[in-house]
Nanobody, 126 residues
């Protein structure tokens, strides 16, 4: 199983970026995909998750209302549309996937996910 993340870069405060993560390598009957991020000197934290079976979305409090996670209908992938970015959003963003329909209480747990992609760097600076 491979996760391929893309879309990071440098953006000014108030700007927008779109990240994408595609999963390949096997077929899944159920799937949960998520984004985590890790800022310099900080622990990796949950950002958002998408549960394939129900189409449900879940967000951390710090990004709710600014970020949107959605399914790419053309392929097994999720996108993270990030708007109104601020310097506190600067981090390496990591895509994760688990081949189960994770319960809500587990979505923010790092160890709930079996597969991880490479990080993509997001820098918010003027």
């Amino acid at each position: 199983v491979q996760l391929q993340a893309s879309g990071g870069g440098l953006v000014q405060p108030g700007g927008s970026l779109r990240l994408s993560c595609a999963v390949s390598g096997r077929d899944f009957s159920a799937l949960t995909m998520a984004w985590f991020r890790q800022a310099p000197g900080k622990e990796r934290e949950f950002v958002a998750a998408f549960r394939w079976s129900t189409g449900s979305t879940h967000y951390s409090g710090s990004v709710k209302g600014r970020f949107t996670i959605s399914r790419d209908s053309a392929k097994k992938a999720v996108s993270l549309q990030m708007t109104n970015l601020n310097p506190e959003d600067t981090a390496v963003y990591h895509c994760a996937a688990d081949p189960t329909h994770l319960i809500v209480s587990r979505l923010s747990n790092l160890d709930a996910y079996d597969y991880w992609g490479q990080g993509t760097e997001v820098t918010v600076s003027s």
